[in-house]
């Protein structure tokens, strides 16, 4: 049997890293096929995963209530899966709390905890040449054992899957708050048409009951979104339970979603409001010469930009607009110029179908190598890969 063609197709399947650890050997193998993969296991964490290991079934690990791994043990090995990104509601026997940021999270795929047991199951059972089911599975792993509300999601999850249901997926979600959050109307107007094949769950058996609260629900995410955004908080707050109380109130069922987007659209610009205030304030403070020389910088990004060259055509000492730069800004005038064009080549590579040696070009750099070095030094993704990345 080609194990390492199971590992790969497993690491594939969550979309994170698949660890493989040899008991004979203590030789561990890390697998994992997303270009932009980040372990954010630490020495201390591994260690406290693994001993939870056990033949009997897939141990079921969450920390800080999202972030799911597994642990499957077999005669000869050990596996490490995950992390994955999972909301479903099963509270299990071993929830953690750890220190971790925003960055360390944002690369965390979406995996139902369903799905992430099934592949759990994979290795156990073909591995281990056991048949172990997904229900006792879960049975095995859920927290409360008097069983009623693992019963109750257990029984959820196989009428979900026979009636072939399922939920919208969660990077709709996340668009749309951080539409919320950056003030983008336009974009947040992109995530209300977009379909899928999925719902957005049911809140309760009332069909009306269920209307408003999934109003109230999106209300509150979008005020968390706004508030994110740079809103003051009393503010996001106070016009997101005018809304709220009125999706809770109105006897027209059929205004709760417009009612639920309008507090959406409200909240988004008031974000930009705020976002251009910032700007406004920001340019106020900055040095006049910094501003002009930003905006020549702005109007010849296509050509290659020296100091010198910026210096004569506002007539200044080259020397002095670098200092002057650096203190007014916080990085040198050169870091400044390559991030700008940086900055272009990722919308050129994501919105058009200019060749790399044309944006090269274009861009200044005295070749496709030329740029390709700086692009992956500063985003660690080739020209290619962040193309095919974003383009998709």
């Known amino acids: 049997m ?18 493989v650890y040899d008991k004979s050997s203590d030789e561990k193998q890390s697998f994992s096929l997303r270009v932009d993969a980040r372990d954010i296991v630490t020495p201390e964490l591994e260690k406290r995963l693994l001993t939870l290991a056990t033949r009997e079934y897939p141990v079921l690990v969450r920390i800080n209530g999202v972030m799911l791994f597994g642990v499957v043990e077999t005669a000869e090995s050990v596996f490490l899966a995950g992390p994955v990104f999972c909301a479903d509601p099963l509270p299990l026997k071993n929830e953690w709390e750890e220190e971790t940021t925003e960055e360390e999270l944002s690369w965390l795929p979406e995996c139902s905890l369903e799905t992430f047991t099934d592949k759990l199951l994979l290795l156990h059972d073909v591995l281990g040449d056991v048949n172990l089911p997904l229900q006792p599975c879960l049975t095995a792993n859920a927290a409360d054992d008097s069983g009623q509300m693992r019963s109750e ?5 196989f009428a979900n899957r026979e009636i072939q249901r399922r939920h919208n997926p969660h990077d709709h979600e996340l668009r749309e708050m951080m539409s919320i959050e950056n003030g983008d109307a336009y974009q947040l107007k992109v995530t209300w048409s977009e379909q ?31 508030i994110r955004g740079g809103v003051l908080p009393e503010i996001a707050l106070s016009l997101g ?8 109130t109105t006897p027209r069922i059929l205004e709760t979603l417009e009612l639920a987007r309008r507090a959406e659209m409200e909240l988004t610009l008031l974000v930009a409001d705020a976002k251009r205030r910032r700007d406004e304030s920001r340019q106020e403070q900055e040095n006049p010469t910094v501003r002009r020389c930003k905006d020549y910088i702005y109007k010849h990004l296509q050509e290659k930009l020296s100091v ?27 870091d400044y110029i390559m ?13 058009t ?19 390709g070095k700086v692009f992956k030094n500063a985003t660690g993704l080739t020209l290619m890969q962040y193309r095919n990345k974003y383009r998709e």
């Open 2 to 19: 080609n194990v390492t063609a199971l590992y790969y197709y497993i690491a594939h399947e969550l979309r994170s890293f698949l660890r």
């Open 153 to 157: 999601f257990t029984r959820q999850v």
């Open 353 to 371: 179908d200019y060749s790399y040696s044309d944006i090269s070009s274009y861009l200044g750099f005295s070749s496709q190598s030329h740029l």
């Open 196 to 226: 899928f094949a999925g719902d957005f769950g049911t809140t309760s058996v009332d069909p009306d009951r269920d209307k408003r609260n999934l109003g109230i629900v999106t209300v509150a995410f979008a005020t968390r979104a706004a």
């Open 308 to 334: 010198k060259a910026i210096a004569d055509a506002l007539g200044i000492h080259p020397n002095y607009l670098s200092t002057l730069f650096r203190e007014d800004t916080g990085v040198t005038l050169y």
């Open 339 to 351: 991030q700008e064009k940086l900055d272009l080549a990722k919308n050129l590579l994501t919105f």
């Open 241 to 248: 339970d005018v809304y709220m109380q009125k999706i809770d």
